[in-house]
C-alpha cells in the first residue's frame, strides 16, 4: 500500500465511491503512481469527477483503446435510427468489394455482433497498417472468413470497426469518425476523440507498460495462445513482429486517424458523458437515442463461449453486455471496456453512466478495480 492523493468532487451520498476509488489507487503497484480517473453521470447530471496519480488530472487524456468501439457504436445506432443505415442488409450491399471469399451473406448485424469470423487477416496486419481503417478494409475485402458466419461469434480486437466504417463511408460518403465529431463528440463536449487534432497533444498522457515480477511473466506467457490461433489472429498476435500494444496508441499517427476499432484517445469523464447524452441527454439536450433504438443496441445477441476470449466475451449490438459482466446491474446495461484498463457503460434502468481510464497496462489484462468501482459507484446511486 501507499499514500496517493485523490483529487475532485463527489455529490453527497456518494462518498463511498470517493473511498473506494482511494482504496483502489492506494494499491497500485510499481514505482510512482500512472494514476487514473473515474467520472460517473447520473439521470444525466454528473456526480462524481474524480483522479490520481502522477501527471493526471481531471483533463488529461490517454488511450482508451477497445472502448473507442462503444463510440463507434454510438454512431451506427444514430444512422440506423435515421434510416441510412440497416442492420440485416449484407455488408456487400454497402460495399461490394466485401462479398468475396464467401463473405456475400455477413450482414451489418453480424459484423457489430462479432458472428462474421472476420477478425483479422492471414499473414497479419502490421502496426503501420492497424492505424487506418481503409488500409484494414481493403485487406479484410480478400480475406475469407475464419468460421462459417453466423455459426459462433469471437471478438476482432484491432480489426471489426474497420468493416463499420466502411460500411459508414460508402452509405455516407463520410468516414465515421466525422459522423462522431458533428452528431456526438462537438456538440456534447466530449473529452473523447476518434481522431486527436495535434492541438490537444499536450494533453495527451502516454500508456504505460503492465508491471510483474519474472515469474508472472513466465507464468503468464506459458499460457498465451500461439500467434496464429483464433485468439492470437483476433488480437493481432499474427504480424511480423506481433502487434505491440502500449505501443500502439503512444503513436502520433495512430492518434491522429482514430481508427474506430481502438484508436479513441480520451478521459473518464468523456466516456462517461457519452453514455449520458447518449441515454438521458446532457444540459438540457435530448438523449441522442430513442427508446427504440437503445432497446435494439442494448439487446442480447451473443453469448455463452466467445472463440477469442471465451467466456469474458457476452455482447449486445456492437455494445458488451454490461448486464453480463456486472450482475448487479440491470439486463440491459451495455458499454465497452478497453484492454488498457478504460470501462465505460450505461445502465439505463439504474440512471448510471460510468467512464474509467488509467495510464497503466494490466500484463495479463485483468482489471479487478472494474468490479470494485462499478459496484460502489451501483451502491451509491440505487440505495442498494
Known sequence: MS?????????????????????????????????????VYVHGRRVVDLWAGDEVTGDTLTGVYSATKGAATLVAALLVQDGALELDRPVAHY??????KGKDRITVRDVLTHRSGV??????????????????????????????????????????????NEVVQRATGRPLREHFEERVRAPHGLDLYLGLPEALEDRFREVLPGLASPEELAAFWANVPGPHSITGIGYGLNSTPPLDQVA????????ALGQSSAGGVGSARGLARMYAAAVWGVDGAAPLLTPDTLGEFAMLHSTGGDLVTGEAGQYALGFQAKGLRYPFLSANSFGHNGSAGAESFAD????????YT???????????????????????????
Open 119 to 164: 477478425i483479422g487477416v492471414d499473414g497479419g496486419l502490421t502496426a503501420d497498417e492497424l492505424a487506418d481503417d481503409r488500409v484494414i478494409a481493403r485487406r479484410l475485402a480478400g480475406q475469407r472468413p475464419y468460421w462459417r458466419p453466423g455459426s459462433a461469434y469471437g471478438y476482432g480486437g484491432f480489426v471489426t470497426f474497420a468493416v463499420v
Open 358 to 384: 488509467r495510464r497503466r497496462f494490466s500484463f495479463d489484462w485483468s482489471y479487478p478495480e472494474h468490479d470494485r468501482l462499478a459496484a460502489a459507484v451501483h451502491r451509491a446511486a440505487t440505495g442498494a
Open 95 to 100: 460495399w461490394p468489394e466485401f462479398a468475396a
Open 348 to 355: 439505463p434502468r439504474g440512471g448510471i453512466a460510468f467512464g
Open 3 to 39: 499514500d496517493i492523493d485523490v483529487h475532485g468532487t463527489v455529490t453527497g451520498g456518494f462518498e463511498a465511491v470517493r473511498e473506494e476509488f482511494a482504496a483502489v489507487m492506494a494499491g497500485e503497484r510499481g514505482p510512482g503512481q500512472a494514476g487514473a480517473q473515474l467520472a
Open 248 to 255: 500502439f496508441l503512444n503513436t502520433r499517427r495512430v492518434r
